[in-house]
């Protein structure tokens, strides 16, 4: 049972440099999202999506972007990394927007320098 | 606006002895309410949950919570510890409103750790 996968786990990048953090779930999932850890912060939500073509912004949006094309993929984006987003991201998926538990990946270590 | 207070940031327990982690939140019904465990390197587990009925819930791995409504309490507990349960551990409570934009809102984590 594959459940929440993410990609890839640990990634290093340079100020200024974009990229993509991939996620996937098996589930048929409506709901899915992305959060952030930080040290002391617990987790907090950057974007999320009830459905394929629907997203919307959480708590710490800026810096990131999202789209959902199918109901299996949710990819952040980040566009101009800089360094306070290093950070371990998470995403999630749960059945509705507000049914059920949620399921988590096994995160993304990010280090921005 | 809904919150979730884990009082304690850091727990030690020598292993065998009994765990209590609490759990208190703010919300004007009756909230969903979960525990969530993070092992090291890993993403978070659920341990169990409470939507109604028996405000006693069992979980896996042993671990039990008991909710209280006069208290606004969720507090996890477990007999006797073992030396894989150390992790960082996670109260959350979510609703069909408030909250956060998906009503789930965290608490910022218990770290517990175990002396041999």
């Known amino acids: 049972n594959a459940g929440v996968t993410q990609t890839p786990k640990f990634q290093v990048l340079k100020t200024g440099q974009s990229m993509t953090l991939q996620c996937a779930q098996d589930m048929n999932h409506e709901y899915m999202s992305w959060y952030r850890q930080d040290p002391g912060m617990g987790l907090r939500l950057i974007h999320y999506s009830v459905g394929a073509g629907i997203t919307d912004q959480g708590e710490v949006p800026n810096g990131y972007n999202v789209s959902r094309s199918t109901t299996e993929d949710f990819p952040l984006r980040l566009l101009s990394a800089a360094p306070s987003q290093t950070s371990v991201y998470f995403c999630?998926?749960?059945?509705?927007?507000?049914?059920?538990?949620?399921?988590f990946g096994e995160g993304s270590r990010l280090t921005v320098l | 606006a809904q919150s979730v207070t884990q009082p304690d940031i850091h727990i030690t327990v020598s292993e065998g002895a009994s765990l209590e982690l609490r759990c208190n939140y703010s919300y004007g019904a009756t909230p969903y309410l979960f525990w969530y465990v993070q092992s090291p390197g890993q993403g978070l587990q659920l341990l169990l949950k409470?939507?109604?009925?028996?405000?006693l819930v069992q979980g896996i791995k042993g671990f039990e919570a008991e909710f209280k409504r006069s208290q606004s309490s969720f507090n996890l507990r477990k007999p006797s510890v073992h030396w894989s349960d150390a992790a960082e551990y996670f109260c959350a409570v979510g609703a069909g409103s408030g909250g956060g934009a998906d009503g789930l809102t965290f608490g910022k984590g218990t770290h517990l750790i175990i002396q041999p």
């Open positions: 409470y939507f109604s009925g028996d405000t």
């Open positions: 999630a998926s749960r059945r509705g927007l507000r049914t059920g538990e949620l399921f």
